[in-house]
Nanobody, 114 residues
Framework: QVQLVESGGGLVQPGGSLRLSCKAS????????MSWYRQAPGKQRELVAF???????KYADSVKGRFTISRDNVKNTVYLQMNSLNPDDTAVYLC????????WGQGTQVTVSS
C-alpha cells in the first residue's frame, strides 16, 4: 500500500528557510505526479505546489517565487524548499500524488514565528 512519510518541518523565524522531504513507497514513484499541500488550524487544506512526471511545476500564488518543489526518482522522494517564510506559512505540510490519493501521511509541522 502507498506510504508517504514527510519530514523536515520545525520552528523557524520569519524570513528563514526550511526544506521538506517526502519519502514515498508502495507505488511506482517515477510514474506519479506529486504534490505538497498544507493545512493551517481552522482552515481548509490547500494545494501548495505540484510537480509532474515530466518535471513541470506549478505553485499557489501565495508561495510563488519563494517555494520550489523538486523530486528525486532514485530516492522516491519529493522535496519542498521554502524560503522567505512568513507566519502565514505556518501549517502542517503533507505530500501526496496529484491529484491526491485518499491515503495521507501524518505531515510535518512548520511554524514560522519570532
Amino acid at each position: 500500500q502507498v506510504q508517504l512519510v514527510e519530514s523536515g518541518g520545525g520552528l523557524v523565524q520569519p524570513g528563514g528557510s526550511l526544506r521538506l522531504s517526502c519519502k514515498a513507497s508502495g507505488m511506482i514513484f517515477s510514474l506519479k505526479d506529486m504534490s505538497w499541500y498544507r493545512q493551517a488550524p481552522g482552515k481548509q487544506r490547500e494545494l501548495v505546489a505540484f510537480i509532474t512526471v515530466g518535471v513541470s511545476t506549478k505553485y499557489a500564488d501565495s508561495v510563488k517565487g519563494r517555494f520550489t518543489i523538486s523530486r528525486d526518482n532514485v530516492k522516491n522522494t519529493v522535496y519542498l524548499q521554502m524560503n522567505s517564510l512568513n507566519p502565514d506559512d505556518t501549517a502542517v505540510y503533507l505530500c501526496n500524488t496529484f491529484p491526491p490519493a485518499p491515503r495521507w501521511g501524518q505531515g510535518t509541522q512548520v511554524t514560522v514565528s519570532s
